[in-house]
C-alpha cells in the first residue's frame, strides 16, 4: 500500500496537491472524506498545526487525536524515522496486530502504538516523532490508515502523518458530507475537499494491544464490528468503552463533555418495545413536558407567537410505522417521522445525518429515536446514541 494512488481527473488532483500542500508545508488544516465521517486535518508533526485542529472544533485538547497515515511504510519513516523493510513491512508493529492490520487495513481501524519503539538493535531507540498535542501525554499513538481514495491522496502527497478528529464542532455529531463541514466549519479552515457522502457514517473502532499485552481491548466500537474483529483475531475482544451510568460520577475527562448532541432534546427508547402503548404514552408525557418549557422561555424572550412543537421521529422497526393519530398534538404542531433504514448497515450510514438534518435545517425542538440492540453494528450505534440523548434513555 505504499504506492501512489489513482487520481485521474485533473481539478481532483489540482485541489488535492493544492491541499496536500498546505498540510506538507503550513499549520492550516484541511477538511477532507473518509469513510467513516469528515476529518479536520493538520500535519500530526506540526505543534500550531494541531493546535488549530483543537481550535477550530473547539475542542478540549486533553483528548488525543488519531495520526492518518497512506502506508504503513509512513509509519516506520516518517512517524518513527526508521528504514521501512519491505521484505517484513510489520516488523515494528505489536504481533497482536498483524492480523488485524492484514484484513482490515486500509479501513475504519485504528490501533495504538507504543510512542517508544524498542528496535532489535539495542542501541536504538525511536520515539515517535508526533507533536506532543496529538497524544495528549499518553505512552501510546493513534495511527489509522483510511481506505477512502481521496484521504489516502491527500496524506501521500503531502507525505506528513494527519492528525484529524471528526470535522465538526465539538459537542455536534460528526459530520458524513461536506455540506455538514461547512455549516459548522466554512470560516474555521483553508480547505473543505468534497469527496461526496461517507460510505460508513460512523467513526473508525479504536483497539488497544499494547497497554495489556494479554489483551485485545475495544476503546471505542466503530466502523468494524466486535463480532468482525473477533473472527479475526480468534479470540474475545473486551469492550472498554463503558458508557457513564445514570447517577454515576464521571471518571474520565472525556465523559464530562456533551457529544454527538443535536441542540434539541432527544428521547432515546430501547429496542424491545414489549408495548407500543407504554412508548406513545411516554412520548405524550414528554410532548406535553417540552411544550411546557419552550413556552416558559417564550415568555421571557416575549415571543408571544405560537409556532407550534416540531417534532422529530426516527424509527427503525416500529417507530417508523408510528400512528400519530393518537398523540395529543395541537394545530401548529408539525411531526415529521424518518426511517433509518433496513438494516443496521444502512442505520449506521444514516444516523449522523439525519442527527443533523432534523436539528441543522428542520429545527426540531423534540426528537424521538429508536434504540437496537447492541449487537455488530447496533454497539457502535447505540455508543453515540446513547452519549446524544445523555440520560434521556428510556427503557420499557
Ligand atoms: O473515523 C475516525 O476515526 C475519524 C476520521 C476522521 O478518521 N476520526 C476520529 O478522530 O474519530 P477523533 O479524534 O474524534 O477520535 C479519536 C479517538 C478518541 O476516542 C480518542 O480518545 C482515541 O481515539 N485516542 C486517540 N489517541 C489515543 C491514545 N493514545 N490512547 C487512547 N485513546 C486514544
Ligand atoms: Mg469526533
Known amino acids: 500500500t505504499g504506492e501512489e494512488p489513482l487520481i485521474s481527473d485533473p481539478t481532483t488532483r489540482e485541489n488535492l496537491l493544492k491541499a496536500a500542500k498546505l498540510l506538507a508545508s503550513t499549520s492550516e488544516t484541511v477538511a477532507f472524506p473518509t469513510e467513516t465521517v469528515y476529518g479536520l486535518g ?3 508533526l506540526n505543534d500550531e498545526a494541531v493546535r488549530n485542529i483543537y481550535k477550530a472544533k ?3 485538547s486533553d483528548n488525543p487525536l488519531i495520526s492518518h497515515v497512506s502506508s504503513i511504510k509512513q509509519i516506520d519513516e516518517v512517524i518513527y524515522g526508521v528504514t521501512h523493510d519491505a521484505a517484513n513491512p510489520l516488523k515494528n508493529i505489536p504481533k497482536n496486530y498483524h492480523p488485524l492490520i492484514n484484513k482490515l487495513w486500509p479501513g475504519p481501524l485504528t490501533i495504538l502504538l507504543p510512542i517508544k519503539l524498542n528496535t532489535l538493535d539495542k542501541n536504538v531507540r525511536k520515539e515517535a516523532k508526533l507533536s506532543k498535542l496529538t497524544t495528549g501525554n499518553q505512552k501510546t499513538f493513534a495511527v489509522r490508515l483510511p481506505s477512502n481514495n481521496v484521504a489516502r491522496a491527500l496524506i501521500h502527497f503531502a507525505n506528513t502523518p494527519v492528525a484529524a478528529p471528526s470535522a465538526n464542532t465539538s459537542t455536534k455529531p460528526s459530520p458524513t458530507s461536506a455540506k455538514h463541514v461547512y455549516f459548522d466549519l466554512k470560516d474555521k479552515t483553508s ?13 473508525s473502532t479504536v483497539i488497544d ?9 475495544l476503546l471505542r466500537p466503530g466502523g468494524f464490528t466486535k463480532e468482525d ?3 479475526i483475531v480468534d479470540r474475545e475482544v473486551v469492550v472498554e468503552c463503558v458508557l457513564k451510568k445514570e447517577n454515576e460520577s464521571v471518571r474520565t475527562p472525556g465523559m464530562k463533555y456533551k457529544h454527538y448532541a443535536p441542540s434539541c432534546k432527544v428521547v432515546l427508547f430501547s429496542p424491545d418495545k414489549k408495548d407500543i402503548n407504554a412508548v406513545l404514552k411516554e412520548m405524550q408525557l414528554r410532548i406535553d413536558i417540552e411544550r411546557e418549557y419552550i413556552e416558559a422561555n417564550k415568555k421571557h424572550t416575549d415571543e408571544k407567537s405560537n409556532t407550534g412543537l416540531k417534532i422529530g421521529v ?4 416500529y417507530l417508523k410505522d408510528l400512528e400519530i ?3 395529543k398534538l395541537e394545530e401548529k404542531d408539525r411531526i415529521l417521522i424518518k426511517s433509518l433504514g433496513d438494516d443496521l448497515k444502512q442505520m449506521q450510514k444514516n444516523i449522523f445525518k439525519e442527527l443533523r438534518e432534523l436539528d441543522d435545517v428542520e429545527h426540531i425542538d423534540l426528537l424521538f429515536i429508536e434504540g437496537v440492540d447492541e449487537e455488530n453494528e447496533g454497539l457502535a450505534i ?4 446513547s452519549k446524544s440523548a445523555g440520560s434521556d434513555i428510556v427503557k420499557f
Do not use: F, H, Q, W
Not at 494491544?209 to 481491548?217: H, P, Q, R, S
Open 314 to 317: 426516527l424509527g427503525y422497526k
Open 229 to 231: 474483529v473477533e473472527k
Open 42 to 44: 493538520g500535519s500530526s
Open 191 to 203: 480547505i473543505i475537499l468534497d469527496g461526496g457522502d461517507c460510505s460508513i457514517g460512523v467513526e
Open 325 to 327: 393519530g393518537v398523540l
Open 382 to 385: 447505540m455508543n453515540r446514541l
Open 58 to 60: 473547539n475542542r478540549p
Open 209 to 217: 494491544c499494547v497497554t495489556d499485552a494479554d489483551k485485545i481491548l
